[in-house]
Nanobody, 118 residues
Framework: QVQLVESGGGLVQAGGSLGLSCAAS????????IGWFRQAPGKNREFVAAISWLAGRTYYADSVKGRFIVSRDDDKKSVYLQMNSLKPEDTAVYYCAAGHTIGNYDYWGQGTQVTVSS
């Protein structure tokens, strides 16, 4: 069982940066791959980025590639999403999710709001 709590959301101007954190509980956190997703009002949830366990391989949606960076610290049971050069279209609720394989997530956090003003 893994419980996830996101933090770090807020309001930022376009072009600014924001860092999100995903803190996990559970003894086997290091064996989970973690994904970041977002959902804007009236839109479907979409994949943003992911990082695998063990090798720490990273994956990004085309819309955020080159602007967002995902990383993890297994000692702190945390995963981070550094968001740079933010755009108004990045406005959404951001969620982290955990699963044993990339693309297959069993546990989800409650989400944190990110709002980018133009």
């Amino acid at each position: 069982q893994v419980q996830l709590v996101e933090s770090g959301g807020g309001l930022v101007q376009a072009g600014g940066s924001l860092g999100l954190s995903c803190a996990a509980s559970g003894r086997t956190f290091s064996t989970y791959s973690i994904g970041w997703f977002r959902q804007a009002p009236g839109k479907n949830r979409e994949f943003v980025a992911a990082i695998s366990w063990l090798a720490g391989r990273t994956y990004y949606a085309d819309s955020v590639k080159g602007r967002f960076i995902v990383s993890r610290d297994d000692d702190k049971k945390s995963v981070y999403l550094q968001m740079n050069s933010l755009k108004p279209e990045d406005t959404a609720v951001y969620y982290c999710a955990a699963g044993h394989t990339i693309g297959n997530y069993d546990y989800w956090g409650q989400g944190t709001q990110v709002t980018v003003s133009s």
